[in-house]
């Protein structure tokens, strides 16, 4: 065959970092070989926006009122019986459940599903599907070392179908110090502010910058920014809690943005203090940008920062914690600066975007080998 064929198989498509590393991939195995499809629950945003004009069609199909929604699995073996991939490979638990009951019904050579997420609650029925999942999945990808070991340990999957692809970050392209100098003019921020940076959802359970919020105000420092970019469904927490705490002097709140790279280049430091993170994929960008990153001793950021050379890692709901860190990195600029040098060489040997689509196109180079489906080399 001339194309490989790949359905890909996923939640909603918004503004995560599972899309986010969808796209990488697309983007990154090119047109020549690959022809994708893409099968969510719902789409919006500018990452669908991108994807389209990738020419991938993003097929919305509503949804799912259980794992074994009849209606949402026959739209899907409707797609499969037209499009006849080669592969198909889901992600989220929705997306396992779709790749793994159309694989199967709709005779597709490859399965693969993937874990993106590091579900400390998922109860242990859903466990128990993903291990009845497994059984006729060809790989089982995980994102992160700590998400290897959680379909090992509490689901069962078998240790051979385990795959660990850790995610991969686009290097950024470098901004002039004059588009930095413009930049931090509109956001009437001083040169003699000390800016930290927060990149995600406005989804507290997951993401805690309330405890964030709470570290600016340990700090008690007029000239230190918090950088805020990402929008979601607690915005409003977002802004009851800027009040409560009388900090709206040191909070910048610019919204979701497409391009977040400019703005790491304004920032001195990065924080994630997620309660819960399966890989960390913002923390890789952060250190692509040479900056200190702060943050919760969870996941998959326990591998991608290294504790006291790249940056600090704390125990998750710790705000006094975080502002005792960036203190210390207030008041240490070689420190500072050396952590985020090294930040950058790790990112660059072990996050890269290219080293992620190499390992994910040798992934599904493999199987398809292995299952004896024919194609160019």
Request: with cysteine; aromatic share 8%.
């Amino acid at each position: 065959m001339d194309i490989i064929k790949i359905l890909h198989c996923v939640e909603t498509i918004s503004s995560g970092g599972v899309e986010q590393t969808l796209l990488t991939v697309i983007r990154g195995l090119g047109k020549l070989n690959y022809e994708h499809k893409i099968i969510c629950t719902k789409k919006s945003g500018a990452v669908a926006e991108d994807l389209e004009r990738e020419g991938v069609e993003l097929i919305s199909i509503g949804t799912f009122k259980h794992p074994f929604d009849w209606k949402k699995h026959q739209k899907v073996l409707r797609v499969i019986r037209t499009f006849k991939p080669h592969i198909i490979h889901g992600a989220v638990f929705e997306g396992m459940t779709m790749a793994s009951i159309g694989g199967f019904l709709g005779n597709v050579p490859v399965t693969i599903l993937e874990e993106t997420s590091d579900p400390q609650n998922r109860k242990f029925k859903a466990n128990f599907l993903l291990k009845l999942f497994s059984i006729r999945a060809d790989a089982f990808q995980a994102i992160s070392n700590d998400v290897g070991n959680y379909l090992l340990m509490k689901t069962g999957v078998n240790s051979k179908s385990i795959k660990v692809i850790q995610n991969g970050v686009s290097i950024p392209e470098i901004i002039s110090m004059e588009e930095r100098n413009k930049l931090k003019t509109q956001l009437f921020i001083k040169d003699s502010d000390f800016i930290v940076g927060f990149v995600g959802r406005l989804f507290n359970n997951h993401k805690r910058f309330t405890d964030l919020l709470m570290a600016i105000k340990l700090v008690n420092l007029s000239r230190l920014k918090l950088l805020l970019i990402g929008d979601g469904i607690d915005k409003q927490l977002l802004t009851s809690e800027i009040k409560l705490l009388d900090i709206s002097a040191n909070v910048i709140h610019v919204g979701y943005q497409s391009n977040p790279h400019p703005y790491y280049d304004i920032m001195d430091v990065f924080c994630i203090p997620s309660s819960r993170e399966g890989f960390g994929l913002v923390a890789a960008e952060a250190m692509m940008h040479s900056l200190p990153v702060i943050a919760s001793k969870v996941g998959g950021l326990k591998d991608v920062v290294l504790d006291n050379e790249t940056g600090f890692l704390l125990p998750p709901f710790s705000p006094q914690e975080i502002a005792n860190k960036i203190n210390i990195l207030i008041e240490n600029e070689t420190l500072r600066k050396d952590m985020g040098e090294k930040g950058k060489v790790r990112a660059l040997d072990n996050y890269s975007a290219d080293r992620y689509v190499n390992e994910v196109e040798h992934l599904y180079l493999q199987l398809l080998q292995e299952k004896g489906v024919k194609f160019k080399s």
